[in-house]
Structures are given as structure tokens and as C-alpha cells.
């Protein structure tokens, strides 16, 4: 076997694998002895079909797939033993020339797109802006506010008052015109805070066995949670009058607990913290340590579009393209493609500077730093549900499933491998810390 690179610029080349019949042939007649013995002809007893029968009947096939086997296995390892930076990956080109039949040695050949030389100690230089989002005494405020009703205890009353929670029975109101609704009847429960504030005039004050007239389709601004309570389509959604007569059978109320020491201990957990003051200081650092996330992914693609224009990468364009579609599960037309280009190739260049960052800075992570990385992400979790202090049992038991999924821990590796990125930008580019509120900071991203 023999593979060489010649390149065409210095963004583009075309490997060459020239395979020969030794490099195969040993494996071919492998697999043709394995296929006598396993398969089964009528006329013959299972595994005395002669050698020329498998082979006249399976030979080419057999001869192909163990080719492309090779191919596989070396065509990357070549690359990766060579250094050779390339850029998505290798694109064949067509085979349909290939004499199966009767030729004994064969020669394959693959487009690569070539990285560009990055040097970035010369081109930081720029200092960006760091956005750090105060965290005030409104917002530690409505924080609290939202987990005192989230602990809050249901209570069952007897006149609906705003925000209730509702129970009853829906009875769809008899039309020839949608008769397939007819007789249609079911138990659901919605809260007051999900309907119209017309219905909401209508339904405030009524009490337990009072029913209303409720237009699912206009008393409701979200169409899927209608669909969802009434366990229909969203064609029946659109083509359907859907009034129905609800029959209110049980109203709840949320009492929020009061800022005290209940709700220190079932937000921070028990006697972690003794007073207001520590109540509070302990939820604006959660809040502060939530934004310090977003903050740190704004400054990185802040930084991004920083090194894209100074570094002025020249990318293979017309390779990237066939590459692209070449990838695609779905078939991409050359209009779309030309549409998306400048997104698909700042992608591209973002990633060689990430690989680049990685690679200078020889960033990696051990198994310790994936658990670690693991567990605070399955804390963030519990805190987006106002659970701030889940037990260390629950905390391991998600992290270890996390890690066992092949999917989810790629995920934790690439938010490590994000983190160690941006504290390297962190330590190279001149960071301006400029401290605004989060209104100011959601209008910065929109």
C-alpha cells in the first residue's frame, strides 16, 4: 500500500492510496473460507459449498467491502500519523471507475481542505469589553419572591380567586358542524394565570359545581398546552370551534412561605443559614454565580469575532461546500448552501481557533475534572427548580448516568473544554471589566 499528498495551494490537496492485491487478498479468502463454512445452498450439505461457488457468488462484494475496510482504517491514520491539519474531512472521489471485475490493484483518491497557519501571540492585542451583570436588591427580590411560591404550601378553597389553580370537567358544546367533537368529555386543570384576562374576569368569584363557557381556542394564548390539555391534534386545533362547558370541581391556592427560617432550609438546606442577611447574601451569589456564566459567554464570542477579523483565516471555500454537502443527511441545494455560507465558514474558523487554543495551551482534562464538571452541572439543574442545595447522593447518582452516556459526557467535556478556553483568553487578551444591570445585558445579546 502506498498513499502520498500533493497539494494544489495551500489550502487544498488530494491524497492518493494505491492499494495492491497482497494488501487484501489474505483477508478476502478470510472471509470466502468463514462464508463456506456458514452458508447454505440447496443441493449441498452446509458448509461443502466449494470455494468457486462463494466466491462466483460473493467474491466481488466480499473484495469490496475489505478495500473499503482498508481505506478506513488507513486513510486517517495516514493523517493523523503525518500531522497533516486538515480542515472537515476527506472527500472521495468517485470510485464508478473501478474495474471490480478483473483488475488486481487500485488506486483511490480523496480531496482535503487544508488548515490555515494560526499565530495567535500576534494578533492579541485588543481589549475587549467584560460584561459583569450587578445583582441588586430587585433581583435578589423577585428570586426570592418565585421560591417562596414555588415552596409554598396548596391549600383547597372554595372561591377562585387570581392565580388559583382549577380542577373540572370539560363537555364540549353540541355542534352539527363539528360533530366530531360531540360528546366529548374529560377532566383537566389549568392555573388562572394561563387563560385570558377576559376569562379570568368571567371566572374569578365562581365557586366549587359553578360552570363557565371557555373558548379553548381564543381564552388560551398557547395552542400546544390547549392541545396538551385536551388530548387532541393541532389540525383539530385549527379546524374546531372548541367551546366547552367547565365544570369547576376543586380550587387550590399557592400560600408562599414567609422569608424566614422555613424557607431558608428548604432553599439552602436546614440551619445552613441563620438569618436574613445570610439568606440573602447566600441567593445574590447564586444569582451572581448564574451570571457570571453568561457573562464569561458573551466575553468568548466577543473574543471570537475579535480573532476572526484580525486573523484574517483563508478557508478552502469550495471544498468546505462540497464538504457540507457531502456530510448533510438531508440533500442542501446550492442556493441554501450559498445563503449559509458565511455562517457554515464562521463556524469553521471558530473551531480551528478553538483547536489551536487547545493545542498551544495543551489544554486537557482528567476523569476528576469531567466528575467535577458533571456534578455542578447537574447543581445548575436542581437550582434552575430553586433546589440550591440538593444531597451529595442525588448529585452523584445524575452524575454518574451522565457520564455513562456516551452523548451527555461529550457534552460535559466540551463545556470543560469551553471553560478552559475562555480562562485562556481570560489570561491573554486585555479585559476591560464594565459592570451593568441585566436589562442592559439582555439588550447587549438580543
Excluded at 77 to 102: A, F
Excluded at 145 to 161: D, R, Y
Excluded at 239 to 268: A, C
Aim: net charge positive; hydrophobic share 35%.
Amino acid at each position: 500500500m502506498k498513499i502520498s499528498i500533493e497539494k494544489s495551494d495551500t489550502l487544498n490537496a488530494v491524497l492518493s492510496i494505491f492499494i495492491e492485491f497482497n494488501d487484501y487478498v489474505d483477508k478476502v479468502n478470510s472471509v470466502i473460507i468463514d462464508y463456506q463454512k456458514k452458508s447454505d445452498l440447496p443441493g449441498f450439505r452446509k458448509g461443502k459449498i466449494p470455494q468457486g461457488i462463494i466466491k462466483k457468488r460473493y467474491g466481488k462484494l466480499i473484495k469490496i467491502d475489505e478495500i473499503n475496510k482498508l481505506l478506513n482504517d488507513n486513510v486517517y491514520k495516514y493523517i493523523e500519523d503525518n500531522k497533516v491539519n486538515i480542515i472537515g474531512g476527506p472527500i472521495p472521489l468517485s470510485n464508478d471507475t473501478q474495474n471490480w471485475d478483473n483488475a488486481s490493484d487500485y488506486t483511490f483518491k480523496y480531496k482535503l481542505g487544508l488548515c490555515p497557519e494560526i499565530n495567535l501571540s500576534k494578533n492579541i492585542k485588543k481589549t475587549i469589553n467584560y460584561y459583569k451583570i450587578n445583582v441588586g436588591k430587585p433581583l435578589i427580590d423577585n428570586y426570592i419572591k418565585n421560591l417562596s411560591h414555588q415552596f409554598g404550601n396548596l391549600i383547597e378553597v372554595k372561591e377562585v380567586k387570581d392565580n388559583d389553580l382549577l380542577y373540572g370537567e370539560i363537555d364540549y358544546i353540541k355542534s352539527k358542524k363539528n360533530s366530531k367533537l360531540n360528546n366529548y368529555s374529560k377532566n383537566i386543570s389549568f392555573s388562572i394565570s394561563k387563560i385570558s384576562s377576559s376569562l379570568k374576569h368571567n371566572i374569578i368569584g365562581n365557586k366549587i359545581n359553578n360552570s363557565i363557557l371557555i373558548d379553548f381556542k381564543n381564552d388560551f394564548d398557547d395552542s400546544n398546552f390547549v392541545c396538551s390539555k385536551l388530548g387532541i391534534d393541532n389540525k383539530t386545533f385549527t379546524n374546531f370551534d372548541l367551546k366547552f362547558s367547565f365544570k369547576i370541581l376543586k380550587i387550590q391556592r399557592n400560600i408562599p412561605l414567609n422569608e424566614d427560617q422555613n424557607l431558608y432550609d428548604k432553599v439552602i438546606g436546614k440551619n445552613l443559614v441563620k438569618n436574613k442577611k445570610e439568606f440573602r447574601l447566600s441567593i445574590g451569589a447564586k444569582i451572581q454565580s448564574n451570571f457570571d456564566i453568561q457573562s464569561d459567554s458573551k466575553f468568548y464570542d466577543n473574543a471570537m469575532i475579535y480573532l476572526i477579523k484580525e486573523l484574517k483565516l483563508e478557508l478552502p471555500e469550495q471544498f468546505l461546500k462540497e464538504w457540507i454537502k457531502f456530510r448533510s443527511e438531508k440533500e442542501i441545494n446550492e442556493k441554501e448552501l450559498d445563503e449559509n455560507i458565511n455562517y457554515y465558514l464562521k463556524n469553521f474558523k471558530i473551531e480551528l481557533i478553538e483547536n489551536e487554543i487547545v493545542k498551544s495551551s495543551k489544554i486537557s482534562f482528567n476523569k476528576d475534572e469531567i466528575l467535577s464538571e458533571s456534578k455542578s452541572f447537574i447543581r445548575r439543574q436542581f437550582e434552575s427548580y430553586g433546589q440550591l442545595n440538593p444531597s451529595d447522593e442525588i448529585i452523584n447518582k445524575y452524575s454518574d448516568e451522565i457520564i455513562k452516556n456516551d452523548e451527555e459526557s461529550k457534552k460535559i467535556k466540551e463545556s470543560l473544554k469551553r471553560k478552559k478556553i475562555i480562562k485562556y483568553l481570560k489570561k491573554n487578551i486585555n479585559i476591560k471589566e464594565k459592570k451593568i444591570s441585566y436589562e442592559e445585558f439582555v439588550k447587549l445579546i438580543q
